[in-house]
């Protein structure tokens, strides 16, 4: 069965988040490092884009979120627990008190920075543009990788980043097999 079928069957063809039957598609919770059922929701077009980009979220779309924060499915948590703290506000504060989340599902909830100290902060490329968790850049200088004796050639293409959480000047990725940091004035978002 493929991912979005599971998806569908799951969610009775609903949006997970807040109950739209239309523009539904699959909402990948980074990091994501593999993509199954269990570390994504079926998200209609307004909750994607809201749980995808800060800066496009609407409090009131939200208050959908007394609902969802109780879903028996870790995935809708995670999100529901995202989503009230970044909001940050006297209603989204009392439900966030309210809410139970296992130790290793609020682990996976602040894996993305949100809610944790500093992380207001934000990582940006050479050229300006925001990075997110989970991007892709491009290296736009030869860097001489320390202690891993190889130099990572201009060009080459990082997938799926990680922000480091108290530096907005560094960022972490995938070079030649190895797992390096990297300062965000040498990459471009691609």
């Not at 988040?17 to 919770?29: A, E, F, P, R």
């Not at 496009?56 to 999100?79: F, G, P, Q, Y």
Request: aromatic fraction near 6%; charged fraction near 25%.
């Amino acid at each position: 069965m493929s991912l979005e079928k599971e998806l569908v069957s799951r969610s009775e063809g609903k949006c997970e988040m807040c109950g739209n039957t239309n523009g539904l598609k699959v909402y990948d919770i980074p990091p994501v490092e593999i993509r199954t059922a269990n570390k994504a929701v079926y998200a209609c077009d307004t909750c994607w884009e809201q749980m995808d980009n800060s800066d496009t979220t609407e409090e009131n779309h939200w208050r959908c979120l007394n609902d969802s924060m109780w879903s028996e499915i870790d995935a809708v948590k995670v999100m529901s627990w995202r989503m009230l703290t970044r909001l940050n506000t006297s209603w989204t504060q009392n439900l966030l008190d309210m809410m139970y989340v296992e130790d290793d599902v609020l682990k996976w909830a602040k894996a993305s920075g949100e809610g944790v100290e500093g992380m207001n902060l934000k990582h940006r490329d050479s050229n300006g543009v925001i990075l997110s968790q989970g991007d892709s850049v491009v290296l736009i200088k030869d860097l001489v990788v320390k202690g891993a004796g190889f130099t990572a050639k201009r060009g080459t293409a990082v997938r799926n980043i990680n922000l480091v959480n108290d530096n907005p000047e560094h960022i972490e990725g995938k070079v030649n097999g190895q797992r390096i940091v990297i300062l965000t004035q040498f990459v471009k978002k691609s």
